[in-house]
């Protein structure tokens, strides 16, 4: 009886020590906003999701398109949503007038994204062009948002710029048709733009050219959630594995941004990470990827400030930066 005994106490044991706890855990359910719509520049969370880095992480992750960086910051403060992505002088703009409880963990693009884009032949060639040009933009975008600042960096007055209210998927063909001079957009929807003009090139003019200082979109969550260590930290890891992967095999970015967002063009897709990438990485960058640092966020903040986009004092970079939760 005792022999038999051991020989069942082995096997229990065995079979308790082959049994993982990930394997009688289900994932945790968290959801995700996009910075914008499900373009070739938001598609690594896709990528996360298809190259199992969110399951590795005990996650099941629920992915919405999201409607520009102030609804994606208001959505993530109220909890109805986990995580979301918003461009950082948007949100730091955003914060410094309304205190959400946010805090920003991580820096998808080291280099601002941002840029007025124009078709060749239409009146605009530099920053000097934009005075008393239309500019089809959604209101509240983060290139409206951000304009002034940009404005005083090119020496021109923003009162003399009109913005044209027009929703986001019909900006390509508006600028195509000629109802507007130029339309707020990412630096890597060039591609995408020329597509829709039908041959003719993109004048891109990138706000970074000006103000280089800027970071482009950035992960947030709230602040309780930024300093997770299991959950927050889980989904941060997973989704800047999908970024890399992303930048490092773009050719494989459209296919699985198509297989999740039917509509989408995979080749389109694809060039959007390819003109990214610099962005993620730029030239001489060393530190890894979706790192921020204090000293460079406040050198943000000053710029800000001397443009008038936000108050003298009204924000401090640890007010809304999670820096022990950041990659280092």
Known sequence: MRKAFSVLLAVALAVTACSSPAEHTAPAKVSYLTSFGSFGRDAYVYVAKEKGFFEQAGLDVTITPGTGSVDV???????????????????????????????????????SLAAIVALEGGGISRPADLEGKKI??????????????????????????????????????????????GIGQFVVGKPLIEAAAKGRKAVVLPYGDLVPDLYGNVLIASKERANDKKQGQGFMTALL???????????????????????????????????????????????????????????????????????AGSLAPGDFVAFGASPE
Not at 90 to 96: G, P, R
Not at 151 to 158: C, H, L, M, N, Q
Not at 281 to 295: L, N
């Open 136 to 181: 089809g933009d959604q209101p509240g975008s983060t290139n409206q948002v951000m304009f002034p600042v940009y404005a005083k960096a090119a020496g021109i007055d923003p009162a003399k710029v009109q913005f044209v209210p027009s929703a986001p998927p019909a900006l390509p063909q508006l600028l195509a048709a000629g109802q507007v001079d």
């Open 73 to 111: 910051l208001k959505l993530v403060a109220t909890g109805r949503a986990d995580f979301g992505i918003a461009d950082f002088t948007a949100t730091a703009i955003t914060l410094a007038k309304e205190k959400l409880p946010i805090s920003v963990m991580a820096a998808i693009q080291q280099r």
């Open 241 to 311: 594995k999908g970024l890399e992967y992303s930048i490092e095999h773009p050719d494989e970015v459209g296919p699985i941004l198509k297989k999740y967002q039917p509509t989408q063009d995979a080749g389109v897709a694809s060039a959007e990470v390819g003109l990214m990438a610099p962005y993620v990485k730029p030239s001489g960058y060393s530190g890894r990827v979706g790192g921020i640092t204090e000293e460079r966020v406040g050198k943000v903040l000053g710029t800000l400030t001397e443009a008038g986009a936000i108050p």
